[in-house]
């Protein structure tokens, strides 16, 4: 009995995937749990196994495709049965009368709503629900466009296209003017360029660039931040804190490692205070879901990590019941399998706070955005030597600044002002982590 392959829900962000290549080709021998297919997600490319034992007998979604979550992309059928199913070419299903008659008589500017309502009728249409989404933002109607998706389902990139074929269509129904333009226009045309050198300012021309188009990663981040940005009240506080002891603590660690041992990072440090901090405040340790404010036992502290292919942030389970060797070598691992685009799904969800370092590259203030849905960021600027009094004494002091940000609809100023103080206190005296 065929058995259809279907795109699995590997992301709680994207509701399509892109289809980087198949594993198999049609008719090898496939056994359940083997690879099968790869796509990539918003934060990393995976492979995905066979749902059955059989052989690959039909295709339905090629390389680089989009394909929806839930859609069927392949079919697996019996050894048996691999002779019957050989792929053939397909096509669209050529429309009935009624339809070929209401597109033909159709016009582009046409928005009429009974002619809407009897192709609608007589034609269902698939499309992702970025693709209706982007349709109905632009006034474009469904069936006016053509499908590329698999199973004939229209795409977001289908939609893409529409608007751009129907901006060169109205670049070139523009009016042009004449050869030889009159008095009035010649006035009109050359006014703004008298205008600029009148006022003393060169005209140059636009000039050109290249246009890249945004990844889906890219895309996927893009819409995030849009989100954060418009769906949470972000505050962020910010704090001096002098981290001199924290310098001193992580030279003596590193003095006393082995030849072969992880070294410890402050980024590791800091999620082994953050961690245990969040526990004494579990507003901020938490995520913000509809009316609800779900509070965490247990600090699973995502860490931001940059790629190529864009920020992520996986997690560190439990981060307040392990040594710091111990998370030195999970947060380098998790980071490396980042980088090379290998993190498995559930190794980006579930993080209940995030912590993201910007002092390695030499910002000492930023204002992070929150990873929804959780309900609060911290981020961490560079140390820097600078004089500072301490113990009534002008010295040199090690300096870093924290911006703690978070969302005002789920926790207060005076909340998050107390987890900032308690991590600047394990800071400024390390050594009371392990009190």
Same mark, same amino acid.
């Not at 918003?42 to 066979?50: C, N, Q, Y």
């Not at 680089?64 to 859609?71: I, L, M, R, Y």
């Not at 096509?91 to 033909?104: Q, Y």
């Given at each position: 009995?065929?058995?259809?392959?279907?795109?699995?829900?590997?992301?709680?962000?994207?509701?399509?995937?892109?289809?980087?290549?198949?594993?198999?080709?049609?008719?090898?021998?496939?056994?359940?749990?083997?690879?099968?297919?790869?796509?990539?997600?918003?934060?990393?490319?995976?492979?995905?196994?066979?749902?059955?034992?059989?052989?690959?007998?039909?295709?339905?979604?090629?390389?680089?495709?989009?394909?929806?979550?839930?859609?069927?992309?392949?079919?697996?059928?019996?050894?048996? $049965?691999? =002779? !019957?199913?050989?792929? *053939?070419? &397909?096509?669209? #299903? @050529? %429309?009935?009368? +009624?339809?070929?008659?209401?597109?033909?008589?159709?016009?582009?500017?046409?928005?009429?709503?009974?002619?809407?309502?009897?192709?609608?009728?007589?034609?269902?249409?698939?499309?992702?629900?970025?693709?209706?989404?982007?349709?109905?933002?632009?006034?474009?109607?469904?069936?006016?466009?053509?499908?590329?998706?698999?199973?004939?389902?229209?795409?977001?990139?289908?939609?893409?296209?529409?608007?751009?074929?129907? $901006?060169? =269509? !109205?670049?070139?129904? *523009?009016? &042009?003017?004449? #050869? @030889? %333009?009159?008095? +009035?226009?010649?006035?009109?045309?050359?006014?703004?360029?008298?205008?600029?050198?009148?006022?003393?300012?060169?005209?140059?021309?636009?000039?050109?660039?290249?246009?890249?188009?945004?990844?889906?990663?890219?895309?996927?981040?893009?819409?995030?931040?849009?989100?954060?940005?418009?769906?949470?009240?972000?505050?962020?506080?910010?704090?001096?804190?002098?981290?001199?002891?924290?310098?001193?603590?992580?030279?003596?660690?590193?003095?006393?490692?082995?030849?072969?041992?992880?070294?410890?990072?402050?980024?590791?440090?800091?999620?082994?205070?953050?961690?245990?901090?969040?526990?004494?405040?579990?507003?901020?340790?938490?995520?913000?879901?509809?009316?609800?404010?779900?509070?965490?036992?247990?600090?699973?502290?995502?860490?931001?990590?940059?790629?190529?292919?864009?920020?992520?942030?996986?997690?560190?389970?439990?981060?307040?019941?392990?040594?710091?060797?111990?998370?030195?070598?999970?947060?380098?691992?998790?980071?490396?399998?980042?980088?090379?685009?290998?993190?498995?799904?559930?190794?980006?969800?579930?993080?209940?706070?995030?912590?993201?370092?910007?002092?390695?590259?030499?910002?000492?203030?930023?204002?992070?955005?929150?990873?929804?849905?959780?309900?609060?960021?911290?981020?961490?600027?560079?140390?820097?030597?600078?004089?500072?009094?301490?113990?009534?004494?002008?010295?040199?002091?090690?300096?870093?600044?924290?911006?703690?940000?978070?969302?005002?609809?789920?926790?207060?100023?005076?909340?998050?002002?107390?987890?900032?103080?308690?991590?600047?206190?394990?800071?400024?005296?390390?050594?009371?982590?392990?009190?």
């Amino acid at each position: 009995m065929p058995v259809n392959v279907l795109v699995p829900p590997l992301s709680q962000t994207m509701d399509s995937l892109v289809l980087l290549g198949w594993l198999k080709k049609i008719g090898d021998p496939i056994q359940k749990g083997e690879p099968l297919f790869q796509v990539e997600t918003d934060k990393s490319t995976l492979e995905v196994e066979s749902p059955a034992d059989g052989v690959l007998g039909e295709v339905l979604a090629e390389p680089g495709a989009e394909v929806t979550v839930g859609s069927t992309i392949g079919v697996i059928v019996e050894p048996a $049965e691999a =002779a !019957a199913s050989a792929p *053939a070419a &397909t096509s669209p #299903a @050529a %429309p009935d009368a +009624a339809v070929e008659c209401a597109e033909r008589e159709r016009t582009p500017g046409d928005g009429d709503a009974e002619l809407h309502k009897v192709v609608s009728e007589q034609r269902r249409i698939f499309a992702s629900p970025r693709a209706r989404q982007l349709a109905q933002h632009e006034g474009v109607m469904l069936d006016r466009l053509q499908a590329t998706g698999p199973q004939n389902m229209i795409v977001e990139r289908d939609v893409r296209a529409f608007l751009a074929r129907r $901006e060169q =269509a !109205a670049e070139v129904a *523009a009016p &042009t003017h004449a #050869a @030889a %333009p009159g008095p +009035a226009l010649q006035a009109e045309t050359e006014a703004p360029q008298f205008a600029a050198v009148q006022s003393g300012v060169a005209v140059a021309p636009v000039p050109a660039g290249r246009r890249i188009s945004l990844s889906g990663t890219r895309r996927t981040i893009a819409r995030r931040m849009q989100q954060s940005h418009l769906e949470t009240v972000p505050v962020t506080l910010t704090r001096e804190v002098d981290a001199t002891e924290l310098v001193i603590l992580r030279e003596c660690i590193l003095g006393e490692l082995g030849e072969g041992d992880v070294r410890p990072t402050y980024t590791d440090l800091l999620v082994s205070i953050v961690s245990r901090c969040l526990l004494r405040h579990p507003a901020l340790n938490a995520h913000l879901e509809q009316d609800a404010l779900v509070m965490f036992d247990e600090a699973h502290v995502a860490i931001a990590v940059d790629t190529e292919r864009g920020l992520v942030a996986p997690a560190i389970r439990s981060a307040q019941s392990k040594g710091l060797l111990e998370l030195a070598r999970e947060r380098s691992a998790l980071a490396r399998r980042a980088v090379e685009g290998s993190l498995a799904p559930d190794e980006l969800a579930g993080g209940t706070f995030t912590l993201t370092n910007l002092g390695t590259l030499g910002v000492d203030t930023f204002t992070p955005v929150i990873n929804l849905p959780q309900v609060a960021i911290l981020g961490v600027g560079r140390i820097r030597a600078v004089p500072a009094v301490h113990d009534g004494q002008v010295a040199i002091r090690q300096v870093m600044h924290l911006s703690l940000t978070f969302d005002h609809r789920a926790v207060d100023g005076a909340p998050a002002a107390r987890l900032l103080n308690d991590v600047a206190m394990l800071i400024e005296k390390p050594h009371r982590v392990w009190l």
